[in-house]
């Protein structure tokens, strides 16, 4: 009886064994997961009831070990050395340069490269076939034995199948090497459930990976999902291997996931070849790599090369470009709209990366900046992917000492000291303050700007200067300045002065699409701009036009219809366009616009839409895109210019988003990139500041 028991539990065993190694492993499931489920219920119910064929490396023993109150160190036999990088192809040609001179004219070289991935490396211990102890790299010599929560990864094994090895017997010993990761959508879900839970997201999946494998209590970490990358051999009995390639066919016999974009490659300009390739690819892939590791195929040959200090010379680490670094985050300062929105951005201690360094960073809104708990004193990690604006992704909470500082949103305009507004259903706040002297910097930059009155030499920088001399109080009073006015002013000699005012006197006869653009009219963009104008064809009309009326309009939808009657409800503002005609700026057109002229906002651009979106349904967005020359389809791929994401996003769209760095803009920054307007909130910056940073320090 026992003996049938003992035959079914390893019987079972063998079989759950594979069929995880197809799931994780492979992503290839032999059985449902019923069946699956089916057997592991099986096997724990026979070892219930028979408890002393449990044995470790049964798959019921994955999870299970009490809480640890320290981990041990661990000595390695064999040093875990480090890799030497190499930073550019001329680097990674001069390694081989070096060990070429090295080695006999003739010898024959193949090399083994290898995405170098972004996680954990560890170094597993199977003792006849049997997993006995994983440890952590350490400092190379002595390192911290995991080996409870190294149990809990599924792609783990914890034994060697004698099955899977051809060579009969597992060997007395072997030590696989490899990194443990946790894939990047794996990682997005987590750290959304995270979000949702109210607990503080990881940074990066590295840090998520590291955290994860460093948890005293194992049953943590088998929550997390880790995964396990096998790339080499350690200290070993009774095997021989001859070279990295021979290595990991060896580990895939045995139930080890390797790579599979791991390649043996002959010809040295085809390994630099790799590596370009995947410098470029590596944000399609599900995991991070941080560069390319390129090893010397033949163990002849790397004994002969041998190690010098901690990194041999058989192997260099080509590394990508950095995209993360960490900083101090000094304060906050906020930036205020031409809409009067108030948005927060980090200012930093310099940091390079990629080649820049960066001293601001943006900070998407005061609830972003909560959610993610950022204090003032805190480490942050910042992050530039592409040529997208950088952007502070999480605190290194374990840094904090006491002294960090909560950030409290501002109850007041930093410029102008207004009371703010926290917009209704939205998580912006506003300076509501006509007169706020932030605002109108935007405002007048706006008027000015190419898409609307296009004022040669009135940029951001020279309307804060009129603005700070108290020169003009609105678009206006642009028409009434005098050359005198100007001349004398920071950086104006008389000729300056005089071209601006002459630019200034030019733009008296713009067509009225262009006026109405320069309005900044929530929602009116110059395409928006163009059809008012000509269904209209003055300023006068528009005004006098209801609600309803505007709805009628092909292409104007029922928002945009409602913020232009809220704009002329506003006596400011029509106070404003008075002023305008009394100083002789043209509000009406004789000929009706000409469709080619207006540029169109999203001409070429794709978008995908996901999550609810604050003030509108999918598809008046949709109609709003298209209405704008963009288009809009279903799913997320390299040529998709922006996503548009609205309250829980989610599922494939935002994660693909993210691995393709696809950037992702909310509805205010649609709306915004339609009226043409400076965003202020990333990717979609369309300011003619080409850091698109906020600028507000200028101001003030
Ligand atoms: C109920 N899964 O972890 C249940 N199909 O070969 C059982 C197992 C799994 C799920 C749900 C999602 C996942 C499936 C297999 C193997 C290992 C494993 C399988």
Same mark, same amino acid.
Request: proline share 6%; with cysteine.
């Given at each position: 009886?026992?003996?049938?028991?003992?035959?079914?539990?390893?019987?079972?065993?063998?079989?759950?064994?594979?069929?995880?190694?197809?799931?994780?492993?492979?992503?290839?499931?032999?059985?449902?997961?019923?069946?699956?489920?089916?057997?592991?219920?099986?096997?724990?119910?026979?070892?219930?009831?028979?408890?002393?064929?449990?044995?470790?490396?049964?798959?019921?023993?994955?999870?299970?070990?009490?809480? @640890?109150?320290?981990?041990?160190?661990?000595?390695?036999?064999?040093?875990?050395?480090?890799?030497?990088?190499?930073?550019?192809?001329?680097? $990674?040609?001069?390694?081989?340069?070096?060990?070429?001179?090295?080695?006999?004219?003739?010898?024959?070289?193949?090399?083994?490269?290898?995405?170098?991935?972004?996680?954990?490396?560890?170094?597993?211990?199977?003792?006849?076939?049997?997993?006995?102890?994983?440890?952590?790299?350490?400092?190379?010599?002595?390192?911290?034995?995991?080996?409870?929560?190294?149990?809990?990864?599924?792609?783990?094994?914890?034994?060697?199948?004698?099955?899977?090895?051809?060579?009969?017997?597992?060997?007395?010993? @072997?030590?696989?090497?490899?990194?443990?990761?946790?894939?990047?959508?794996?990682?997005?879900?987590?750290?959304?459930?995270?979000?949702?839970?109210?607990?503080?997201?990881? /940074?990066?999946?590295?840090? /998520?990976?590291?955290?994860?494998?460093?948890?005293?209590?194992?049953?943590?970490?088998?929550?997390?999902?880790?995964?396990?990358?096998?790339?080499?051999?350690?200290?070993?009995?009774?095997?021989?291997?001859?070279?990295?390639?021979?290595? %990991?066919?060896?580990? !895939?016999?045995?139930?080890?996931?390797?790579?599979?974009?791991?390649?043996?490659?002959?010809?040295?300009?085809?390994?630099?070849?790799?590596?370009?390739?995947?410098?470029?690819? &590596?944000?399609?892939?599900?995991?991070?790599?941080?560069?390319?590791?390129?090893?010397?195929?033949?163990?002849?040959? =790397?004994? &002969?090369?041998?190690?010098?200090?901690?990194?041999?010379?058989?192997?260099?680490?080509?590394?990508?470009?950095?995209?993360?670094?960490?900083?101090?985050?000094?304060?906050?300062?906020?930036?205020?709209?031409?809409?009067?929105?108030?948005?927060?951005?980090?200012?930093?201690?310099?940091?390079?990366?990629?080649?820049?360094?960066?001293?601001?960073?943006?900070?998407?809104?005061?609830?972003?900046?909560?959610?993610?708990? %950022?204090?003032?004193?805190?480490?942050?990690?910042?992050?530039?992917?592409?040529?997208?604006?950088?952007?502070?992704?999480?605190?290194?909470?374990?840094?904090?000492?006491?002294?960090?500082?909560?950030?409290?949103?501002?109850?007041?305009?930093? $410029?102008?000291?207004?009371?703010?507004?926290?917009?209704?259903?939205?998580?912006?706040?506003?300076?509501?303050?006509?007169?706020?002297?932030?605002?109108?910097?935007?405002?007048?930059?706006?008027?000015? *700007?190419?898409?609307?009155?296009?004022?040669?030499? @009135?940029?951001?920088?020279?309307?804060?200067?009129?603005?700070?001399?108290?020169?003009?109080?609105?678009?206006?009073?642009?028409?009434?300045?005098?050359?005198?006015?100007?001349?004398?002013?920071?950086?104006?000699?008389?000729?300056?002065?005089?071209?601006?005012?002459?630019?200034?006197?030019?733009?008296?006869?713009?067509?009225?699409?262009?006026?109405?653009?320069?309005?900044?009219?929530?929602?009116?963009?110059? &395409?928006?701009?163009?059809?008012?104008? *000509?269904?209209? &064809?003055?300023?006068?009309?528009?005004?006098?036009?209801?609600?309803?009326? @505007? =709805?009628?309009?092909?292409?104007?939808?029922?928002?945009?219809?409602?913020?232009?009657?809220?704009?002329?409800?506003?006596?400011?503002? $029509?106070?404003?366009?008075? !002023?305008?005609?009394?100083?002789?700026?043209?509000?009406?057109?004789?000929?009706?616009?000409?469709?080619?002229?207006?540029?169109?906002?999203?001409?070429?651009?794709?978008?995908?839409?996901?999550?609810?979106?604050?003030?509108?349904?999918?598809?008046?967005?949709?109609?709003?895109?298209?209405?704008?020359?963009?288009?809009?389809?279903?799913?997320? *791929? !390299?040529?998709? +210019?922006?996503?548009?994401?609205?309250?829980?996003?989610?599922?494939? !769209?935002?994660?693909?988003?993210?691995?393709?760095?696809?950037?992702?803009?909310?509805?205010?920054?649609?709306?915004?990139?339609?009226?043409?307007?400076?965003?202020?909130?990333?990717?979609? +910056?369309?300011?003619?500041?080409?850091?698109?940073?906020?600028?507000?320090?200028?101001?003030?």
């Amino acid at each position: 009886m026992t003996e049938d028991v003992r035959e079914r539990i390893e019987r079972l065993r063998g079989l759950i064994h594979y069929y995880n190694y197809r799931y994780h492993a492979l992503d290839d499931p032999a059985v449902s997961d019923a069946e699956y489920d089916a057997l592991m219920h099986e096997l724990r119910q026979l070892e219930q009831a028979h408890p002393e064929l449990i044995t470790p490396d049964s798959p019921t023993q994955r999870v299970g070990a009490e809480p @640890l109150a320290e981990f041990q160190r661990v000595r390695h036999p064999h040093p875990m050395t480090s890799l030497t990088d190499a930073f550019s192809v001329d680097e $990674v040609r001069a390694w081989l340069e070096r060990a070429k001179r090295l080695l006999a004219a003739d010898t024959p070289l193949r090399f083994v490269v290898e995405p170098k991935i972004d996680g954990l490396a560890v170094a597993l211990t199977y003792e006849n076939g049997a997993l006995v102890r994983a440890a952590t790299r350490g400092d190379g010599t002595v390192g911290e034995d995991i080996t409870a929560n190294a149990r809990t990864i599924p792609t783990v094994p914890l034994r060697i199948p004698v099955h899977h090895a051809t060579e009969g017997d597992p060997p007395p010993v @072997l030590e696989a090497r490899g990194e443990i990761y946790m894939p990047r959508s794996a990682f997005e879900r987590m750290n959304a459930e995270r979000e949702a839970r109210g607990e503080a997201p990881f /940074a990066n999946p590295r840090n /998520a990976a590291a955290g994860s494998v460093r948890q005293l209590d194992p049953r943590i970490t088998a929550q997390r999902p880790l995964q396990l990358f096998a790339y080499g051999v350690g200290y070993s009995e009774g095997i021989r291997l001859d070279s990295q390639w021979e290595t %990991l066919q060896y580990l !895939k016999r045995l139930g080890f996931v390797v790579n599979s974009d791991i390649q043996r490659i002959d010809d040295f300009e085809q390994v630099l070849a790799y590596c370009i390739e995947w410098m470029d690819k &590596r944000d399609a892939l599900d995991y991070e790599a941080d560069g390319v590791v390129i090893k010397i195929d033949s163990f002849a040959v =790397q004994q &002969r090369l041998g190690v010098v200090g901690n990194a041999p010379r058989w192997a260099v680490a080509f590394k990508f470009p950095a995209r993360e670094a960490t900083t101090t985050l000094r304060d906050v300062g906020v930036n205020v709209g031409r809409t009067g929105v108030l948005t927060p951005y980090a200012i930093l201690d310099p940091v390079r990366l990629g080649g820049v360094v960066i001293r601001q960073a943006s900070l998407h809104n005061f609830q972003d900046l909560a959610r993610k708990d %950022l204090r003032i004193g805190d480490t942050v990690v910042v992050r530039r992917a592409g040529d997208v604006i950088p952007q502070v992704v999480a605190p290194v909470e374990g840094l904090r000492d006491g002294t960090q500082v909560p950030v409290e949103p501002p109850t007041h305009c930093p $410029v102008c000291g207004e009371p703010v507004t926290p917009e209704e259903e939205e998580v912006a706040l506003y300076c509501v303050n006509a007169a706020c002297p932030a605002q109108l910097v935007r405002r007048v930059e706006h008027w000015a *700007s190419r898409g609307a009155m296009d004022i040669d030499g @009135l940029g951001s920088k020279v309307a804060a200067l009129l603005v700070r001399e108290g020169i003009i109080h609105d678009v206006a009073d642009l028409y009434a300045l005098t050359v005198e006015q100007i001349e004398g002013l920071e950086g104006f000699a008389r000729k300056r002065a005089e071209n601006l005012i002459n630019a200034i006197a030019t733009s008296r006869d713009r067509p009225l699409w262009r006026v109405v653009t320069g309005l900044g009219i929530l929602g009116v963009g110059s &395409r928006v701009a163009q059809i008012l104008a *000509s269904h209209y &064809r003055s300023l006068e009309a528009l005004l006098a036009a209801t609600e309803d009326e @505007l =709805q009628a309009i092909p292409n104007i939808g029922p928002h945009t219809a409602h913020d232009i009657r809220a704009y002329f409800e506003r006596e400011r503002n $029509v106070a404003i366009i008075a !002023k305008l005609r009394a100083h002789g700026v043209r509000l009406a057109d004789e000929e009706p616009a000409v469709a080619e002229e207006v540029p169109q906002p999203l001409e070429g651009l794709t978008f995908v839409i996901t999550g609810t979106l604050p003030s509108m349904s999918r598809e008046e967005a949709t109609r709003l895109i298209e209405a704008h020359g963009g288009r809009v389809v279903g799913s997320v *791929s !390299k040529t998709t +210019d922006y996503v548009l994401v609205g309250d829980k996003p989610g599922g494939t !769209k935002f994660t693909r988003a993210q691995r393709l760095g696809v950037p992702m803009v909310e509805e205010a920054t649609l709306r915004a990139m339609i009226a043409g307007e400076a965003t202020d909130r990333g990717a979609a +910056d369309t300011d003619d500041d080409a850091s698109g940073l906020p600028q507000q320090g200028r101001l003030i």
